[in-house]
């Protein structure tokens, strides 16, 4: 019965993916719209012209266009866009990890009893069950987890960006110079990123800080549009922001000083967590005899 129902839950799975994929949902018409003028630079400093693997055609580009893929993805936008991952690429690996969750138990199972070794049925099935959900979320906290990290090495390169424009302001430049020296003082992929947004307003036509505040939209730096906001007061009404840029910039390093100290406490923390489970199971390893022998005595 427990080896029907696996078989029966694989094969209507496999139904609905086959389904899906021949005739896949209508893309709405904001999405669309949005597409025709949407903006493809590089993602910090990668290329993203490179052609996907065969796990994410087979997995992550045939259901891409699926209503269930949508939700997945769109409230993860920014977090794939700082990381250079494509949605696809996010979705082969749910899936891939889902697969392997769902099998392992199973395929182990089928080793065992290869080697003689009976398990039964219903346990790889809870097992299989458990499994499955926890590796189609893991790729999304993986995802998350790596994106705080790339979001507190730009507020970082942000703070020093900050500091030189502040000091071309004082050296009597204009704003959009001042930004320019700015982002062209550094190396690596936030200044890379920073540069590509000025070198695309420029070829649009459009403010420097419209297209900073653009680029902390889809990097989900609120600093970043906190700059353009100083930035545009500055350009429009002339507005001295050289002291306020400065200010900005020993905020943004102070915050990092404070979420460092605080990964570390976190860390101290973790570290106590294996003392605590050795001293626990040393109590237990001790105690146990002691118990039976009361519980045998009664």
Same mark, same amino acid.
């Given at each position: 019965?427990?080896?029907?129902?696996?078989?029966?839950?694989?094969?209507?799975?496999?139904?609905?993916?086959?389904?899906?994929?021949?005739?896949?949902? #209508?893309?709405? *018409?904001? %999405?669309? !719209? =949005? +597409?025709?003028? &949407?903006?493809? @630079?590089?993602?910090?400093?990668?290329?993203?012209?490179?052609? #996907?693997?065969? *796990?994410? %055609?087979? !997995? =992550? +580009?045939?259901? &891409?266009?699926? @209503?269930?893929?949508?939700?997945?993805?769109?409230?993860?936008?920014?977090?794939?866009?700082?990381?250079?991952?494509?949605?696809?690429?996010?979705?082969?690996?749910?899936?891939?990890?889902?697969?392997?969750?769902?099998?392992?138990?199973?395929?182990?199972?089928?080793?065992?009893?290869?080697?003689?070794?009976?398990?039964?049925?219903?346990?790889?099935?809870?097992?299989?069950?458990?499994?499955?959900?926890?590796?189609?979320?893991?790729?999304?906290?993986?995802?998350?987890?790596?994106?705080?990290?790339?979001?507190?090495?730009?507020?970082?390169?942000?703070?020093?960006?900050?500091?030189?424009?502040?000091?071309?302001?004082?050296?009597?430049?204009?704003?959009?110079?001042?930004?320019?020296?700015?982002?062209?003082?550094?190396?690596?992929?936030?200044?890379?990123?920073?540069?590509?947004?000025?070198?695309?307003?420029?070829?649009?036509?459009?403010?420097?800080?419209?297209?900073?505040?653009?680029?902390?939209?889809?990097?989900?730096?609120?600093?970043?549009?906190?700059?353009?906001?100083?930035?545009?007061?500055?350009?429009?009404?002339?507005?001295?922001?050289?002291?306020?840029?400065?200010?900005?910039?020993?905020?943004?390093?102070?915050?990092?000083?404070?979420?460092?100290?605080?990964?570390?406490?976190?860390?101290?923390?973790?570290?106590?967590?294996?003392?605590?489970?050795?001293?626990?199971?040393?109590?237990?390893?001790?105690?146990?005899?002691?118990?039976?022998?009361?519980?045998?005595?009664?």
């Amino acid at each position: 019965m427990t080896a029907a129902l696996l078989v029966g839950l694989t094969f209507g799975l496999g139904l609905v993916l086959v389904a899906s994929g021949l005739a896949p949902a #209508p893309v709405p *018409l904001a %999405r669309a !719209l =949005g +597409q025709l003028h &949407a903006r493809y @630079p590089s993602i910090l400093g990668a290329a993203v012209d490179h052609e #996907p693997s065969t *796990l994410t %055609r087979l !997995l =992550g +580009q045939s259901w &891409a266009d699926t @209503p269930l893929a949508h939700r997945l993805t769109d409230g993860l936008a920014a977090d794939l866009r700082i990381t250079g991952t494509t949605a696809s690429e996010l979705l082969a690996q749910r899936a891939s990890y889902a697969l392997i969750g769902l099998l392992w138990a199973p395929f182990t199972s089928a080793l065992m009893w290869a080697g003689s070794v009976h398990v039964g049925l219903t346990f790889p099935l809870w097992v299989s069950f458990a499994l499955c959900p926890v590796g189609f979320v893991w790729p999304t906290l993986s995802l998350r987890a790596r994106a705080a990290e790339r979001r507190r090495s730009f507020r970082h390169a942000l703070s020093a960006f900050l500091d030189i424009v502040a000091i071309s302001l004082a050296g009597g430049r204009g704003v959009e110079t001042a930004l320019h020296n700015g982002a062209d003082a550094g190396q690596g992929w936030p200044f890379e990123e920073l540069r590509r947004a000025l070198l695309e307003a420029r070829l649009l036509g459009d403010t420097p800080w419209a297209a900073l505040s653009r680029l902390g939209d889809d990097l989900a730096v609120p600093e970043l549009a906190e700059l353009a906001a100083s930035a545009t007061l500055a350009g429009a009404e002339g507005a001295r922001v050289r002291s306020s840029l400065a200010a900005k910039a020993r905020s943004i390093r102070l915050h990092g000083l404070t979420d460092i100290e605080a990964a570390a406490q976190a860390a101290s923390e973790r570290m106590s967590v294996p003392v605590v489970l050795l001293l626990v199971g040393f109590v237990i390893f001790l105690g146990y005899p002691a118990v039976i022998e009361v519980l045998k005595g009664i």
